[in-house]
């Protein structure tokens, strides 16, 4: 039962992050990348710093696991961000998908290398047919091209969510969900600001603002920034950081169905293929209790 919640709670992480690929094109009619991160992220901190003080939740954290959740902040959101906005520019959005798709690849070696996380076939041959089914979910745009830069930024971020991962895993052995997203967000803000004042600023400031971008960006914030990973911070717990990641390649199947629901985009018979290898494989690892 207390496995079938967490599962729950994996999938619904994975559904809040999906909603975001949907709602940043309405805020990108009028808001700059960096502008959508910093505002994301200071009004993430505000609510959750609210919620502690106003419910009494506070909880002390030690000068040298500040400077640790620091390091996690460092990774993602900030490091993550930075790579993928940036390399999503000079690829093409299939070739971005594989690629970002592979971070629960990377991330089974690296909680094996320095986690010590048991990796097994059958792991194995679901992140593979995970993959797969990302990858026919892509191929439905047959553009697959990019430049090296491109590449080079993508897999920035992919290391960049790998590492995230691996050091936020014993932080949440030790803290509640709420506390580390609380000063996960507002650390990423702190690395977000000088990026936003030297970048986007000037068109900011000038900018005429709009209420249904600024409404996206709130619910990105509430959703995405403060819900998934309030979700996903216990989800770490409970099952270790391959088998929590595994559920990430669930993003872009929940992103096809929102877009069909949301933006009325069709959906084609290669899709579905891809997101039943992509539900199928999670299933199946889902299954083993231990890795």
């Known amino acids: 039962m207390r496995q079938g919640i967490t599962y729950l709670k994996a999938a619904g992480a994975m559904l809040f992050w999906a909603l975001t690929f949907v709602w940043i094109k309405v805020a990108l009619a009028t808001y700059r990348p960096y502008e959508i991160v910093f ?13 502690i003080f106003l419910f009494k939740q506070r909880e002390r954290v030690e000068k040298k696991d500040l400077l640790y959740l620091m390091m996690v902040a460092f990774f993602e959101p900030f490091l993550y961000f930075l790579g993928e ?9 299939t070739l971005g998908s594989l690629i970002i798709s592979t971070i629960p690849l990377v991330t089974a070696l690296g909680a094996w290398l320095f986690l010590k996380e048991k990796i097994y076939f059958l792991l194995i041959v679901g992140l593979l047919v995970s993959f797969a089914g990302v990858a026919l979910l892509s191929f439905a745009e047959q553009d697959v091209s990019g430049t090296l830069k ?6 920035l971020a992919v290391f960049a969510g790998m590492f995230y991962g691996i050091t936020v895993r014993s932080i949440t052995l030790k803290y509640r969900s ?13 690395y977000m600001l ?40 216990g989800v770490l717990r409970e099952l270790g950081v391959i088998r929590s990641n595994i559920f990430t390649n669930l993003i872009p199947v929940f992103t096809v169905i929102l877009a069909w629901l949301i933006l009325g985009q069709a959906i084609a018979p290669v899709q579905v ?19």
């Open 39 to 51: 505002l994301r992220l200071a009004l993430a901190s505000a609510l959750m710093f609210g919620v």
């Open 85 to 93: 906005a940036n390399g999503m520019q000079f690829v093409s959005s």
């Open 150 to 155: 491109g590449i080079l930024l993508l897999m």
């Open 178 to 190: 709420l506390t580390i997203v609380a000063w996960q967000n507002f650390f990423g803000m702190l």
């Open 194 to 233: 000088p990026v936003f004042l030297i970048f986007d600023w000037g068109h900011f400031s000038t900018l005429r603002h709009s209420g249904e971008g600024l409404l996206t960006i709130a619910a990105m914030s509430v959703f995405a920034s403060v819900g998934a990973f309030l979700l996903y911070t």
């Open 273 to 291: 293929a891809g997101a039943l290898l992509v539900v199928g494989a999670v299933m199946v690892l889902g299954l083993r209790r231990r890795v």
